[in-house]
């Protein structure tokens, strides 16, 4: 009797734990959140103009955005950030010399510790494409400049869900992403310096799962 028990409960458990292993694949998460962007303000010094190292900074900035986030397994998932167009200031030596927009989509993979429990924290890594438009800057004396098209960098994100329900979590989300730009003479296309905004972006929004 007792093999045939011990026979039977590993019958069960050899079922059990690999459904268990996969009961959240397939769920899908969809965040709002509201961000607040922290640029770390580097740049390369201009000696041609006087220009010393890190006088170029980018504005800090509060913007919403939208995740969305599917589980492969029970603990790995994928998440895919959005938001819209965001327009920055630029200062040199603190003087506003114009602004940009950039939209930066981002992708990340991640691990989560704890997907069953109330408390869920999760670190991810990934890659960032942030298109960079509507540049308008000008150093008076200097002329225009200009900023490269894009940046492809990386991202590194550490967060926390606070599941509610079944349904709803709260979210809490750090995030650093790598994004450089190059600045360009608009006249002939020289480069004078780079920028890296290298944002840091806190974020709390709330979640829905379906």
Do not use: C
Request: proline fraction near 6%.
């Amino acid at each position: 009797m007792k093999p045939t028990a011990l026979a039977l409960a590993a019958a069960a458990v050899a079922v059990i734990v690999p459904d268990l292993a996969s009961a959240q694949a397939g769920t899908v998460v969809v965040r709002g959140r509201v961000t607040q962007i922290a640029p770390a303000d580097k740049s390369d010094p201009i000696p041609a103009l006087g220009v010393r190292a890190d006088a170029i900074t980018v504005s800090d900035k509060t913007i919403s955005e939208v995740d969305f986030t599917y589980f492969l397994t029970d603990n790995f998932a994928a998440e895919l950030i959005l938001t819209y167009p965001q327009r920055h200031d630029v200062s040199l030596n603190g003087t506003k010399i114009g602004s940009f927009k950039h939209l930066p989509p981002t992708l990340l993979a991640q691990y989560h510790f704890n997907p069953r429990g109330q408390f869920n924290p999760y670190v991810g890594a990934g890659i960032n494409y942030t298109l960079i438009s509507s540049v308008d800057l000008t150093v008076p004396g200097v002329g225009a400049l200009d900023l490269e098209d894009s940046s492809v960098g990386y991202a590194l994100q550490l967060g926390l869900d606070y599941n509610i329900d079944k349904n709803w979590s709260l979210n809490f989300d750090a995030k650093f992403v790598q994004i450089q730009s190059d600045v360009k003479l608009k006249a002939t296309g020289a480069t004078v310096s780079k920028v890296k905004v290298d944002p840091y972006l806190w974020s709390i929004g709330v979640g829905y799962r379906f």
